[in-house]
């Protein structure tokens, strides 16, 4: 079961990461410092709920669904949590560019670079259901010029790659 587990607020300097080959190598609690501080330059609330479940989804190192999330809230508040108030504080972090949401797992994870407004994709492992965020600017230049071509205006982007991680195939999990 995923434990919440507060993460230290000591003085922690979030830092906008300019490196597109990090593949997320930042720690968990820089990365909500960075996503409070957006919030707050943009003008929005990060409710104390709505950090919790951003800090639940960096610990938890893999895509979560949200009952998984109201059940390590319930065990965290003494109180039952709702599914409406988790969707909701969900699609906040979302339109705000904090989490992703995996529509074919209906699970969600922390995004690495709130601080870009990029375009990524994610791989997912089916056999351990791990994820892994990759940014790539080819990929927001071959979606806009097909859109174009049909004078077409996206409004969401999801791209989602299924297969097996190096470590699932390395360890014979498939």
């Known amino acids: 079961m995923l434990k919440y587990k507060p993460m230290a607020q000591v003085s922690i300097q979030p830092k ?10 930042h720690a968990a609690a820089e990365r909500v410092a960075l996503a ?3 919030c707050r330059e943009r003008g929005v609330q990060l409710t104390k709920l709505r950090q919790q479940i951003l800090e639940l989804l960096w610990q938890s190192e893999q895509p979560t669904g949200a009952y998984e999330l109201m059940e390590a809230l319930r065990h965290l508040e003494s109180r039952n949590v709702t ?6 504080s969900l699609s906040f972090l979302i339109s705000q560019g904090l989490a992703i949401k ?3 797992w209906n699970a969600y994870v922390p995004c690495v670079h709130p601080e870009r407004g990029h375009d990524h994709f994610l791989f997912l492992c089916s056999a351990c259901r ?4 990759v940014e790539d600017q080819r ?3 071959v979606i806009s010029q097909a859109a174009g071509s049909m004078e ?3 409004q969401r982007r999801v791209i989602e790659v299924e297969g097996i991680c ?3 195939v390395s360890a014979g999990s498939i």
């Open 83 to 88: 599914p409406p108030t988790v969707y909701r």
């Open 139 to 141: 990929l927001s230049g």
């Open 166 to 168: 190096k470590r699932c």
């Open 130 to 133: 791990s994820s892994v965020e």
């Open 36 to 38: 409070a501080l957006l």
């Open 102 to 104: 995996i529509e074919s």
């Open 152 to 154: 077409f205006r996206p």
């Open 16 to 25: 906008r990461c300019n490196d597109p080959g990090c593949r997320g190598k």
